[in-house]
């Protein structure tokens, strides 16, 4: 066990160093000069040279990739150029916005796709289940800002009950939460669906409906514990995604999140705040999904977490081991 977290923290610092690197050097590389996009149109020359000297832009990207490093070090990512204040400071103000969406969201979803990736999966082959998949593709077909300014359009303006925008309340939290939810309830309920099918027609719950198994227990005990693992890891995938900000929703919303605060850094060309925004939210995704691989002894005795599985662990366990060690 011990071993296997200090390899995952390892790959987790690995993964969050190259990411960080190559957004630095991407964002270098790309065109459009920050200077510019603080300065405005009408700067000079010389007022052009001043805040590139000022924000530490007129040296080399080698230089300044070292000087970042060197603020990494004590915690110091850089100072926005709109906000003109501590980037990671900037970041962690917007920070629990996103993460209060992206539970709710995340919450909504578990509560509602996981029974009705189940009842599907009991109602394989009929009209009811035709016409949940007929539903669930729907909603997945939409894009989440036209799904969201339906919501707005129906709750916000025709029938008034609903905030439109902002967090001044927490009913400012419903039609965000909504839009972001319906995505993945579509997603995560067609994928329990599968999952339970393929464990309800499994050997050993043929034997157990024989042998008297009432059919509530068949599902949540013995279905739905060989889907556990499959259906946490969907969950976490999910929300890990949710935590790199919600772009389209929070803008539609004025949702004041990490995601709309990305829109305003990368209109103005905010390097500090593109990349502490980057560097806040890839470790919250390595978190998360360390997290779910170490829950995975919990939902199924059978896994263990090391290097190498034993022989007399079952295939399944083998494989969510040999995914959860990548």
């Given at each position: 066990?011990?071993?296997?977290?200090?390899?995952?923290?390892?790959q987790?610092?690995?993964?969050?160093?190259?990411?960080?690197?190559?957004?630095?050097?991407?964002l270098?590389?790309?065109?459009?000069?920050?200077?510019?996009?603080?300065?405005?149109?009408?700067?000079?020359?010389?007022?052009?040279?001043?805040?590139?000297?000022?924000?530490?832009?007129?040296?080399?990207?080698?230089?300044?990739?070292?000087?970042?490093?060197?603020?990494?070090?004590?915690?110091?990512?850089?100072?926005?150029?709109?906000?003109?204040?501590?980037?990671?400071?900037?970041?962690?103000?917007?920070?629990?916005?996103?993460?209060?969406?992206?539970?709710?969201?995340?919450?909504?979803?578990?509560?509602?796709?996981?029974?009705?990736?189940?009842?599907?999966?009991?109602?394989?082959?009929?009209?009811r289940?035709?016409?949940?998949?007929?539903?669930?593709?729907?909603?997945?077909?939409?894009?989440?800002?036209?799904?969201?300014?339906?919501?707005?359009?129906?709750?916000?303006?025709?029938?008034?009950?609903?905030?439109?925008?902002?967090?001044?309340?927490?009913?400012?939290?419903?039609?965000?939460?909504?839009?972001?939810?319906?995505?993945?309830?579509?997603?995560?309920?067609?994928?329990?669906?599968?999952?339970?099918?393929?464990?309800?027609?499994?050997?050993?719950?043929?034997?157990?409906?024989?042998?008297?198994?009432?059919?509530?227990?068949?599902?949540?005990?013995?279905?739905?514990?060989?889907?556990?693992?499959?259906?946490?890891?969907?969950?976490?995938?999910?929300?890990?995604?949710?935590l790199?900000?919600?772009?389209?929703?929070?803008?539609?919303?004025?949702?004041?999140?990490?995601?709309?605060?990305?829109?305003?850094?990368?209109?103005?060309?905010?390097?500090?705040?593109?990349?502490?925004?980057?560097?806040?939210?890839?470790t919250?995704?390595?978190?998360?999904?360390?997290?779910?691989?170490?829950a995975?002894?919990?939902?199924?005795?059978?896994?263990?977490?090391?290097?190498?599985?034993?022989?007399?662990?079952?295939?399944?366990?083998?494989?969510?081991?040999?995914?959860?060690?990548?």
């Amino acid at each position: 066990m011990l071993r296997y977290l200090a390899k995952r923290i390892g790959q987790s610092v690995l993964t969050l160093a190259l990411t960080i690197t190559a957004v630095f050097v991407l964002l270098r590389l790309a065109p459009g000069d920050p200077a510019y996009a603080y300065a405005g149109p009408t700067a000079t020359n010389e007022d052009l040279a001043r805040i590139r000297e000022q924000f530490g832009l007129d040296g080399s990207i080698l230089s300044q990739f070292g000087t970042f490093l060197k603020g990494l070090v004590h915690g110091d990512l850089g100072t926005s150029f709109s906000f003109q204040a501590p980037a990671l400071d900037v970041v962690m103000e917007r920070l629990p916005y996103t993460i209060t969406l992206a539970l709710a969201a995340i919450i909504v979803t578990a509560v509602v796709a996981v029974p009705l990736g189940v009842w599907m999966a009991r109602h394989v082959g009929t009209a009811r289940e035709f016409g949940a998949n007929l539903t669930t593709i729907a909603a997945q077909s939409m894009p989440e800002f036209w799904s969201g300014i339906m919501l707005l359009t129906v709750f916000a303006v025709l029938v008034p009950i609903l905030p439109a925008s902002g967090f001044a309340t927490w009913g400012g939290l419903v039609l965000p939460t909504l839009t972001v939810a319906l995505l993945q309830v579509a997603l995560i309920s067609r994928m329990v669906g599968r999952e339970m099918s393929g464990a309800m027609s499994a050997p050993h719950i043929t034997v157990a409906r024989g042998r008297g198994v009432s059919e509530r227990a068949l599902t949540w005990r013995y279905g739905m514990a060989n889907s556990a693992i499959p259906v946490l890891t969907a969950l976490g995938t999910r929300f890990a995604a949710m935590l790199n900000g919600v772009v389209v929703v929070e803008v539609v919303f004025a949702w004041p999140g990490v995601g709309s605060l990305v829109v305003r850094a990368l209109e103005t060309r905010d390097y500090p705040l593109i990349q502490a925004t980057v560097l806040v939210t890839a470790t919250l995704t390595v978190l998360v999904q360390l997290l779910v691989d170490l829950a995975y002894p919990l939902l199924d005795p059978r896994v263990r977490l090391t290097d190498r599985t034993s022989a007399r662990s079952a295939p399944s366990a083998l494989r969510v081991q040999e995914g959860a060690t990548v």
